[in-house]
């Protein structure tokens, strides 16, 4: 695990388990953790390498293993490989699973603190399993969050990314195993709280769902346009402590317009309930069209009794 | 910190194009970063150093195309540059943006005996 650097998928836990990899996840880099040069010989083996072991991180890009050159001649490739393809593919494959089940599917982001996990245990409270709702939860560390879920009756998954500053869409592939959420449902995913990182990731989500409370400043869209562009949708949160606070609502607002011409916003106190049943509707509106699109496909691709793909005669008859 | 998992991403997909072109040692990268791609480029080289380490990219120089931003203005009903999220049009001043180049990463090439 590599505490300098902030990656951490050698280290992701999903309910406390390990998640396990293959080699090909494998990274040795050395700031940290032992590494592998891939020669069998040792450091005092009586030739130059060309560069120091332990050398600083901004080392000077110089031509590795001399003892090599000149037997083969330099050549250029293109590749022309999307650098996120990996992600998008996985991302991808959620989506359609999503689809395929009629799934509404939310990425929940935000800074740590904004409320994220009150305004779930509120949601799946106040739903009282009209639509069923199950969750991934994302942290660093520990299963609180997901504690709190499960102790509303909602099943949750933690996904611990260890030093991993957000979710992407082959843990949350992972984390779905384990949820198997039921068809014509809600899947909320509680994002690392973070508002820089999850903008870039892709998790097979519907909607990017950012949370911003009214104890943080209304500038936070301007300094973090990313993750606000990225939104489809920004819940204003802690509006019950509006009137002790010196929040400009206005500014705010325009401030996410401004980055984000097309965001919606609702005003929410999810422990008051203000604005809660905006929220809700909102949702019921979405997974309304997850489970019609879910039809639509479903009818679609139906093969008739008789197996003929295309519909014949037999699937208008009934059968005895 | 996210550029980290993106360093890890490059060194799959060059992994990957060297053994395909039996590569030994690859000793440039190129990538393409759009300047509206959520990534802090000096932060990326630092992570591309870190991930690189005892694969066969180690050492390799990254040499990055920052290709720039642009966005659709609903105000002019043009496409217009844009150095950054939350920019103004810089035509019309206006925010009725939406952006349409600038956000892509790719690995263009390789360099690699």
Not at chain 1, 206 to 224: F, I, R
Not at chain 1, 249 to 273: D, M, Y
Not at chain 2, 43 to 72: H, Q
Not at chain 2, 91 to 104: S, Y
Request: glycine share 12%.
């Amino acid at each position: 695990m590599c505490t300098t650097c902030g990656c951490g998928s050698d280290d992701v836990k999903i309910d406390g388990k390990a998640h396990g990899h293959g080699p090909e996840h494998r990274h040795d880099h050395d700031h940290v953790h032992d590494h592998d040069h891939g020669h069998a010989h040792g450091p005092g083996c009586g030739h130059d390498h060309g560069h120091e072991h332990g050398h600083p991180l901004a080392h000077e890009a110089q031509p590795q293993h001399a003892h090599a050159a000149g037997v083969a001649a330099e050549r250029a490739v293109a590749v022309e490989r999307d650098i996120l393809a990996r992600n998008d593919a996985e991302a991808n494959a959620n989506r359609r699973r999503f689809t395929r089940q009629g799934i509404l599917a939310l990425n929940l982001v935000s800074s740590p603190g904004s409320g994220k996990t009150t305004l779930l245990v509120e949601t799946i409270r106040r739903l009282g399993g009209e639509i069923p709702v199950t969750v991934i939860e994302g942290d660093q560390q520990t299963s609180n969050d997901a504690d709190r879920i499960r102790a509303t009756g909602a099943k949750a998954v933690q996904v611990n990314t260890g030093k991993g500053c957000h979710l992407d869409a082959h843990m949350v592939g992972h984390a779905l195993e384990h949820l198997a959420p039921a068809e014509d449902s809600v899947v909320m995913i509680e994002n690392v709280g973070n508002l820089v990182c999850p903008a870039a990731f892709d998790l097979g989500e519907a909607h990017k769902v950012v949370v911003l409370s009214v104890t943080e400043g209304e500038d936070k869209p301007l300094k973090y346009p990313d993750m606000f562009t990225a939104a489809d949708l920004m819940i204003l949160n802690k509006c019950d402590l509006l009137p002790h606070l010196d929040f400009d609502v206005a500014q705010c607002e325009a401030n996410a317009r401004r980055v984000n011409p097309f965001i919606e916003i609702l005003h929410v106190s999810a422990t008051k309930g203000g604005g809660m049943e905006a929220w809700l509707d909102w949702i019921r509106e979405g997974a309304g069209e997850a489970r019609s699109r879910r039809r639509r496909s479903t009818a679609e691709t139906a093969t008739p009794p008789c197996g003929t793909a295309g519909g014949c005669a037999c699937a208008a008859t009934p059968r005895v | 910190m996210h550029e980290m998992s993106i360093a890890e991403s490059v060194l799959g997909i060059v992994e990957e194009s060297a053994r395909r072109e039996g590569f030994g040692r690859v000793k440039e990268v190129r990538l393409e970063i759009g300047r509206l791609a959520a990534v802090e480029v000096e932060a990326l080289r630092f992570c591309f150093d870190a991930v690189v380490r005892g694969s066969l990219a180690e050492g390799a120089r990254l040499e990055i195309d920052e290709t720039p931003g642009s966005a659709w203005c609903f105000g002019c009903s043009a496409t217009v540059p844009v150095g950054a999220r939350g920019d103004p049009c810089p035509a019309c001043g206006g925010f009725q943006l939406q952006v349409n180049g600038g956000t892509g990463m790719r690995v263009k090439e390789l360099l690699g005996v």
